[in-house]
């Protein structure tokens, strides 16, 4: 299960891992959908670029799983 990350407070705090780390061939997470860059940078990154690089995950795994009706 990969919920998607929200915006907040914590972003600040946690990271949006989720323990299945694994890049595929465009170095995309198969756990998180953040790329590599995104992952090395979090640590320093300002609460805005986090904000930023969960929007680009989220939309990365939503294309990656559409839903089902």
Same mark, same amino acid.
């Given at each position: 299960?990969?919920?998607?990350?929200?915006?907040?407070?914590?972003? /600040? *705090?946690?990271?949006? !891992? %989720? /323990?299945? !780390?694994?890049?595929?061939?465009?170095?995309?997470?198969? /756990? !998180?959908? +953040?790329? +590599?860059?995104?992952? /090395?940078?979090?640590? %320093? @990154? !300002? %609460? *805005?670029?986090?904000?930023?690089?969960?929007?680009?995950?989220? @939309? +990365? *795994?939503? @294309? @990656?799983?559409?839903? %089902?009706?």
């Amino acid at each position: 299960m990969n919920p998607s990350f929200e915006k907040s407070e914590e972003v /600040g *705090r946690r990271s949006p !891992c %989720v /323990g299945q !780390c694994q890049l595929n061939g465009s170095q995309i997470c198969s /756990g !998180c959908f +953040r790329s +590599r860059q995104e992952i /090395g940078c979090w640590s %320093v @990154a !300002c %609460v *805005r670029e986090k904000e930023r690089i969960i929007e680009r995950a989220n @939309a +990365r *795994r939503k @294309a @990656a799983k559409p839903s %089902v009706f």
